[in-house]
């Protein structure tokens, strides 16, 4: 359990750039250097991930907490995740809040993006392996790519893909019952939207509450996807924060070590203080635990079954290929110059051939795009 403890919180306190970095790092520490499991596992753990709501490195490091301490591992793995973050955007709230403005953070920045992405591409490298020998699964990522960089969701690649997959194992078996219930418990959440509360102009810590635990149950996507909602619920029909204020939540979200999702936390503050925060933090990541503790007791009964066997095998193939979508992307808007792709290259070098620790490179990346930015 101290273990998982340091592990978390090192990651919490370390872990740039998104869902798909955080990942890729966890994937660094469990698979590669812990053993805890195999990249197959780890796949596993991921694709079903992947099909339910909420942010999905938060639930990877919960669940990764859940297999190796229990419901005692699956609680410390993820306070210990998402703590670092909730700390860092209390501060940074205050500051706000205070003196009306956020430091600037530009430069650590642009050294830490060439970083994140050798991180995430190394990840891939490493998890593609076990599928390669598969020509289905190969063919199923690749699809998944380029239909997702042709702007198609991802939720419907990883149905769709898991879907292809299961039917190829079938071979005119019955639809599997355990996949019945995985769809009920990915669907569910759903539900919540048509019992959402009454738009309130006064703020209140239930009201504030009830919106956030709401968007934790139904979030599927990216960052991007949380913007829509935030400016949707809190701007538009609410009144609670103003346009500048969301934007600059959804920065702290982003710049911030742990998941992305923190940006609740500097809302809560900016609305009702102290208070806010914690009960909107509570609210965003609650569903995540409970999501988890649900689907991790469908993962082994998929997998010893030759028919949905098939399904995780194609939502895999898809996942691997939505994270090569994602290092496409955040390439064409990262590597715009020599510097960013000199430090890219280093970090590439470094993990696959020096095997440093992510953390590491990260950190080191950050300061030399502080340095490169202040000093040069």
């Known amino acids: 359990m101290t273990e998982?403890?340091?592990?978390?919180?090192?990651?919490?306190?370390?872990?740039?750039?998104?869902?798909?970095?955080?990942?890729?790092?966890?994937?660094?520490?469990?698979?590669h250097r812990k053993k805890w499991m195999t990249h197959e596992h780890f796949l596993d753990?991921?694709?079903?991930?992947?099909?339910?709501?909420?942010?999905?490195?938060?639930?990877?490091?919960?669940?990764?907490?859940?297999?190796?301490?229990?419901?005692?591992?699956?609680?410390?793995?993820?306070?210990?995740?998402?703590?670092?973050?909730?700390?860092?955007?209390?501060?940074?709230?205050?500051?706000?809040?205070?003196?009306?403005?956020?430091?600037?953070?530009?430069?650590?920045?642009?050294?830490?993006?060439?970083?994140?992405?050798?991180?995430?591409?190394?990840a891939v490298f490493r998890l593609s392996r076990p599928i390669i020998r598969k020509p289905f699964m190969v063919g199923t990522g690749l699809?998944?790519?380029?239909?997702?960089?042709?702007?198609?969701?991802?939720?419907?690649?990883?149905?769709?893909?898991?879907?292809?997959?299961?039917?190829?194992?079938?071979?005119?078996k019955f639809w599997p019952s355990g996949l019945n219930a995985l769809a009920l418990c990915a669907a569910a959440p759903w539900t919540m939207v048509l019992t959402s509360p009454t738009a309130r102009d006064t703020a209140t810590l239930m009201a504030l509450g009830l919106f956030f635990l709401k968007i934790g149950s139904v979030l599927y996507g990216s960052g991007y996807v949380l913007v829509a909602f935030l400016e949707g619920g809190l701007v538009e029909t609410r009144h609670w924060l103003t346009q500048a204020q969301l934007l600059d939540a959804v920065a702290v979200g982003q710049f911030t070590p742990g998941p992305v999702l923190s940006a609740a936390t500097f809302i809560g503050y900016v609305i009702l203080g102290?208070?806010?925060a914690l009960t909107a933090t509570a609210g965003i990541f609650l569903p995540s635990f409970i999501f988890v503790l649900i689907i991790s007791r469908f993962i082994p009964r998929l997998r010893n079954s030759s028919s949905t066997a098939g399904f995780l095998d194609g939502v895999?193939?898809?996942?691997?290929?939505?994270?090569?979508?994602v290092t496409m992307v955040l390439a064409g808007s990262t590597l715009t110059e020599p510097l960013t792709w000199g430090l890219f290259g280093l970090a590439v070098y470094t993990v696959l051939v020096w095997n440093l620790n992510a953390g590491w490179i990260v950190g080191g990346s950050a300061l030399a795009g502080w340095l490169i930015g202040n000093y040069l």
């Open 316 to 325: 895999n193939a898809a996942s691997i290929g939505l994270m090569l979508a």
């Open 274 to 276: 102290i208070p806010g």
């Open 4 to 31: 998982l403890a340091f592990l978390f919180l090192k990651l919490g306190m370390t872990a740039f750039g998104g869902p798909a970095a955080h990942i890729a790092m966890m994937e660094d520490e469990v698979v």
């Open 45 to 122: 753990l991921l694709g079903a991930t992947n099909l339910i709501p909420g942010p999905n490195s938060t639930e990877m490091a919960i669940h990764i907490g859940l297999l190796r301490g229990g419901w005692k591992g699956l609680i410390l793995a993820g306070v210990c995740f998402i703590g670092p973050a909730v700390v860092i955007t209390l501060l940074l709230a205050h500051v706000y809040v205070a003196y009306g403005r956020l430091p600037r953070f530009q430069p650590l920045i642009e050294g830490v993006r060439p970083a994140i992405l050798a991180v995430i591409f190394a």
């Open 143 to 172: 699809m998944a790519m380029v239909l997702n960089l042709m702007g198609l969701n991802e939720i419907f690649l990883l149905i769709l893909s898991g879907t292809t997959g299961l039917l190829w194992n079938s071979r005119g």
